[in-house]
């Protein structure tokens, strides 16, 4: 069923989904004669979101699929020529034949926890062609990576899957699942297609949106709305009593229920709202969840979920369990579950643990809220907060220029922390002897790689006195080519990749990943480098001047 | 060179980009045979965004696209079977023939400015129909009018163009132009381009995405950003001395510059940014646009800018102006006007009033900050801040049944914000004796509509002690028939509906939309309609039992 994200993308993800400046830019590159300047190019985040101290790199399949794709159509080159109307219409006749045939990228994998400062894409090639995909570059990775970010910190707030949660000592049987709710509050059609493929890949369980089940294969879960307990005012609008027992046998229903509804004095509850029980029942016995807070959660609907639920027990189907989606929800699902408890003492039914499902308005920090003061909901269904991410709402993301004909560029900036670190470089993951990540060290393209049991020196890029020897007890090289010209590295699957994600998150130390305070993660360069980047930033940096 | 934004969304816009409970529900109205009830939907917010007391309402055309296109395909109709395996084959039948047909849809016009309760859309038709259009309507609305909100407030902050701007006195002269920059931040490809679209409708000038410009005919903007300075390094890269004058003479170029640079004492500047600023200036001699803080904005960007600028009006081009993209805003914005009036007058040229562009992280505070204490910036780039809607991300559009077969249903809630209104209802804008609005009033359809010049009681829709009679001096039925089945009403051009968001912010009194505790407008009830919200509550709403 999965028909590949690329059919449904292409028709956006063109050259022209770009920035106007990068078209004037090459423009003026190509009339100084600047276009086929070997150039480096590295995309990477300067803090990582949510006040945390971690990043999960998403969006790298669709950034290579659209360099791979790359190439600008005569409708393309007519509206670039509309835009800049006094440009040589040589420069046209370039952008008509450029292709990507001559740029490199070099990525992490897929999945892969990054920090700040490390390049998440190293892309290398003529400087016209690697500037024209400055801004959809940026697009493809920035967003993705924020959601699949925000859906693992969620992940981690109710507890990984038990496979491999013993990690985390503390979280043995927290384990909850997540459903991603957010079509309705998203970024327009593909903002919400986006969410649910990144949401996915970052550890939910399920989507809610149809066209994500379809296009990426993701499972996708839904029960009823509100709506539908509101259009039923009475059991007389129920066209029929009975139901069809496993076996196919048609057996009286709705007495049943009402017999039900007696016994457990929930004679009050709404009459309207069981009817829409009833009839969601009938219409899938085989997976009966109904929304109990339309009129009155625990007066009105547990008592007719309860009715319903024996009755199709009964019948022979286990029902499956209620959402709360508006009040207290720690108090509402224990007084639930309370309930749930005694119907299964009173009528002897496996009702103990169906299935509390809650969804409104959860973020991140309602999590750790929930979990605190204790609750007994099972699944999450989760929409604004996800797909706006609104805690933080866009990664800061950007795309700067490091090399030029093999000599190093540098952005300086009034503020320092949007300097960048000139060159080409490459970066290895150092590991500890417990097996934990100790820090990721960038060195220069061509340096000695840092070898397993030898010390080397580690340092801050910008601090003199933050510095340290380590001892790796095992060294991984971060960055594979995954666009070489010609072809384009094999993705894996997008199940495998978010399985990789929860690998990831396991191979940390807990506290790097942890919600208060957590520890940051110690991003550093090789001695040769930090000497690089320093000398070049007294080269480029004015001295002030002061009267 | 408009394409008309249909092409490039239909391939998402269909009826699978839903929540499966759409489906799941709308099964269960066929199986208890009510999917033909009369049914009729609002969709409404609860509240305005961003902490104000309007909302511009965005998002129309595309939604009655949607409906008017609404057909599931083969491969579609597949997909929804897989998901509900256990699902009778007659209702995919079913399915299959469905179309909007028998909908009806009655909608304010795009661009009107809308508050909580009243409807955006209200939607007539099949409840088994109307309902599987929940989803996709919510996200055709929801961020298209929040974001077309922000724009609007933005817009504001900065003065309304010199033509609407009377009526708000204190702001004479204050108008700027304001660019969206936010492709790269956005949700995705489409994301990005939903952000252009609504940014442009709300009132912003331009914007820097081409494929927003291609698609949708907005103006694009852009010039060029830090890594086109950070490529050159010295003037000894430039491929060329000299530059073609108007009148298509080759004339000295460089040497020119270099000589004004020693006359602004600017000899210091960084050579590498000089060389790209003329490097630059020979590529786009009429709109010549420096970034200027690559290295150090005043000491080495703006003298290297006038040099340049000097140059190119002493060969017969006009320079525009400068980009600010980090520091102290205000600050360096009057630093540089400096500037440009101290060269004005030691050459005698007119730079007093070149364009000062700044775009570093902007967001509406900023802007009325920077108002506050006074700045030169006549432009400003904005990105992240406006398509994310930072400061609210998400517009809590929600589309709620009020009435099948001719009978009204509310949603009760513990939260009383989250009560319906219900029953098909009418909106009638109450106009004041100056000109500007005084209340929305809802009436229940069939009732007398209110007349100019006649009292009427408008009641607040839930506190009874909040009321008063209304005699408007001109009425205004705020619905019309936007879809009927057959035919989609004539939509004005995305240009026009923009001048119409202009007229509206105009049309309303001032303090219904200033930044800082903005008055309330008020959206009341005729007194029928109180009584029969009432009526219902009072026998809908289980009475508590304590005990």
Redesign the interface.
């Known amino acids: ?1 999965c028909l590949g994200g690329k059919t ?2 292409n ?4 050259p ?10 090459v ?3 190509w ?4 276009h086929e ?1 070997a ?1 480096v ?1 590295d995309l990477f985040i300067r803090e990582n979101p949510f006040g945390g101290e971690f990043t999960i790199f998403a969006g790298l399949e669709e950034a290579v699929n659209y360099v791979k794709n790359f190439h600008l159509t005569e409708d ?1 080159i007519d ?2 020529k ?2 800049l109307p ?2 040589d219409t040589k420069y046209f006749t370039w952008l008509k034949h450029i292709d990507c045939s001559h740029i490199k990228i070099y990525a992490p994998k897929e999945g892969t926890i990054v920090f700040p400062m490390i390049p998440l894409l190293r892309v290398e090639g003529p ?1 016209g062609i690697a ?1 024209l995909l ?2 959809t570059l ?3 990775i ?3 990576s924020l ?1 699949a970010t925000n859906a693992a910190r969620m992940k981690l707030a109710v507890g990984l899957p038990a496979e491999v949660q013993n990690i985390f000592g503390t979280q043995a049987g927290k384990n909850k699942d997540l459903l991603e ?1 957010g ?13 649910s493929r990144y949401s996915y890949l970052g550890g939910f369980d399920a989507t ?4 994500a ?2 296009t990426y294969g993701i499972p ?9 307990v ?2 039923f ?1 009475s059991l007389k ?4 009593s009975v139901i069809i027992t496993p076996d196919g046998k048609q057996t009286e229903f709705v007495s049943n229920v009402l017999d039900f509804r007696k016994k457990l004095s929930a004679g ?3 009459e309207g709202e069981l009817a829409a029980f009833i ?2 029942a ?3 016995p ?2 009966f969840l109904a929304l109990v ?5 625990l ?2 609907g547990v008592p007719n979920f309860l009715a319903v639920a024996l009755a199709l027990h009964a019948a022979g189907y286990p029902p499956v369990g209620i959402r709360l989606d ?2 207290d929800l720690a108090y509402l699902s224990k007084q639930t579950r309370e309930q749930f408890r005694k119907v299964s003492n009173q009528f002897r039914v496996p009702f103990e643990n169906l299935s509390i499902v809650a969804s409104n308005n959860i973020n991140e920090a309602t999590l750790h809220a929930l979990t605190q003061q204790g609750h007994e909901i099972d699944v999450f269904g989760i929409g ?1 907060h996800l ?4 805690a933080q ?5 950007v ?3 490091v090399e ?1 004909n093999g ?1 190093p ?7 320092k922390a ?1 300097t960048t670190i000139p060159g080409k470089k490459e970066v290895y993951r150092l590991i500890d002897q417990h097996g934990f990540p100790m820090t990721d060290l960038m060195i220069r393209v061509g340096e000695a790689p840092p070898k397993v049991g030898e010390k080397i020196l580690c340092r801050h890029p910008f601090e003199e006195a933050k510095r340290a020897y380590i001892k790796p007890s095992d060294v991984k090289l971060l960055h594979q080519c995954m666009w070489d010209g010609k072809r384009a590295a094999e993705f894996p699957t997008l199940e495998q990749r978010r399985q990789f994600v929860l690998e990831q998150i396991t191979s940390f130390r807990q506290d790097h990943l942890r919600y208060l305070n957590p520890t940051p993660y110690k991003v550093s360069v090789s001695e040769s480098l930090y000497n690089f980047i320093h000398e070049i930033w007294r080269r ?3 001295v ?2 002061l009267e």
């Open positions: 069923m449904i993308m028709n956006l993800v063109t022209l989904l770009s920035d106007l400046y990068e078209f004037t830019m423009y003026a590159y009339k100084s004669g600047r300047d150039s190019f393309d509206y670039v509309s835009v006094t440009a400087l500037q400055e801004t940026l697009n493809l920035n967003y993705p959601v709710f079509l309705r509050r998203a970024q327009g059609p593909n903002g919400g297609l986006t969410a809610s949106n149809m066209l089940g379809k996708v879960k839904g029960t009823l709305a509100h709506a539908f509101s259009t005012s609008e129920l066209p029929s009050n509850s709404h009839a969601y009938q219409a899938f085989k997976s807070d339309t009129y009155d959660t007066k009105s508006s009040g604004t797909v706006t991410c609104e709402p866009a990664l800061g993301g795309y700067k220029l030029v000599a560029r540098i952005k300086l900036s009034q503020e949007k480029e940096m004015p002030a001047e």
